[in-house]
Nanobody, 125 residues
Framework: VQLQASGGGLVQAGGSLRLSCVASGRPIRNAAVGWFRQAPGKEREFVATSFRSGGTTFYGDSVKGRFTISRDNAKNSVFLQMNSLKPEDTAVYFC???????????????????WGQGTLVTVSS
């Protein structure tokens, strides 16, 4: 499975961006697909995940209520709608997919087998 993340850019605080993750090579409708981010000098952080069919979603505490993960299985894609962006949201955002991910570990990097290349989000104050 190859994952291509896109949609990053420069936005002012309070603004919105929509990230896309398009998969190729295998349908991801039965996969858990997550978004993680890594800010300069920091460890990679869990952002959100859409578990399997999309009926179950989880969010990191720092983005809860502002970000929404969704998927379009017909397009083999997962999206991350980011609203009310803050400067601390600045990071490289990665999408990841796992076909054996279990619910209890959906927030952990090690639960995902396939990773995209990342897209940079910069939020100015």
């Amino acid at each position: 499975v190859q994952l291509q993340a896109s949609g990053g850019g420069l936005v002012q605080a309070g603004g919105s961006l929509r990230l896309s993750c398009v998969a190729s090579g295998r349908p991801i409708r039965n996969a858990a697909v997550g978004w993680f981010r890594q800010a300069p000098g920091k460890e990679r952080e869990f952002v959100a995940t859409s578990f399997r069919s999309g009926g179950t979603t989880f969010y990191g505490d720092s983005v809860k209520g502002r970000f929404t993960i969704s998927r379009d299985n017909a397009k083999n894609s997962v999206f991350l709608q980011m609203n009310s962006l803050k400067p601390e949201d600045t990071a490289v955002y990665f999408c990841a997919a796992g076909f054996s991910t279990i619910l209890s570990s959906a927030r952990w990097e090690s639960s995902y087998t396939y990773w995209g290349q990342g897209t940079l989000v910069t939020v100015s104050s």
